[in-house]
């Protein structure tokens, strides 16, 4: 079973509206954390925002923002007022269990592609 | 200079040839990836190097072999590869430990194999 899906292969949405992007995962482990990135055409990925399982209160950062649903499973990403930079892929990913050895080992969702359009 | 430099940024190569990816990171991490990222498919984790140590090898045939002489630099080694090999590979390294340390990529090498 996928750890990590992402139902949307492909969204658009009107320059400076907000988008909801979606994520749904899998564990059995209370310790968690989830994580969004982006990739533009260049290839690199751009971390954008962290949930943390047991944080109380949904992460933020700039125009991102994390709707972080516990019991359903999901960690949306919404972006708000969207700009035409945000067209990219965007990634949900997931690091299960504990952070133990020194590292992060992370399971990537299959991606979704934004368009934004002016 | 940017966090996690890549070289090269493109590589074309027969099934006999052998080639070496770099991957060098100047953010003083102790810990670095090798993700595969083929067409349609998600990321995939094949080596994780923490403290220039390999911890984690997630099955992947001895065609690729990697290469981490200090905290700094991360090799993948390249050698009779098949077509279906051609794909990005990303490098990213970590600070760790740290349950929310997140990871920085580089900008990855797109290698076609011909």
């Known amino acids: 079973a996928q750890k990590i899906t992402q139902t949307q292969p492909g969204m658009f949405v009107q320059e400076k509206e907000a988008v909801t992007l979606d994520c749904t995962y899998d564990t059995s482990d209370p310790s968690y954390g989830l994580f969004w990135y982006k990739q533009p055409s260049s290839g690199e990925m751009i971390f954008l925002i962290y949930q943390g399982s047991y944080d109380q209160q949904n992460a933020t950062e700039g125009r991102y923002s994390l709707n972080f649903q516990k019991a359903r499973k999901s960690a949306n990403l919404v972006i708000s007022a969207s700009q035409l930079g945000d067209s990219a892929m965007y990634f949900c990913?997931?690091?299960?269990?504990?952070?133990?050895?020194?590292?992060?080992?992370?399971?990537f969702g299959a991606g979704t592609r934004l368009a934004v359009h002016p | 200079e940017t966090g996690v430099t890549q070289t090269p940024r493109h590589l074309v190569m027969g099934m006999t040839n052998k080639k070496s990816l770099k991957c060098e990171q100047h953010l003083g991490h102790n810990a670095m990836y090798w993700y595969k990222q083929s067409a349609k498919k998600p990321l995939e984790l094949m080596f994780v190097?923490?403290?220039?140590?390999?911890?984690e090898n997630n099955s992947v045939p001895s065609r690729f072999s990697p290469e981490c002489p200090n905290s700094s630099h991360l090799f993948l080694h390249l050698h009779t590869l098949q077509p279906e090999d051609s794909a990005l590979y990303l490098c990213?390294?970590?600070?760790?430990?740290?349950?929310?340390?997140?990871?920085?990529f580089g900008s990855g090498t797109q290698l076609s194999v011909l």
């Open positions: 990213a390294s970590s600070q760790g430990p740290g349950t929310n340390e997140k990871l920085f």
């Open positions: 190097y923490s403290l220039e140590e390999r911890v």
């Open positions: 990913a997931m690091r299960e269990g504990a952070s133990t050895g020194g590292y992060n080992k992370l399971i």
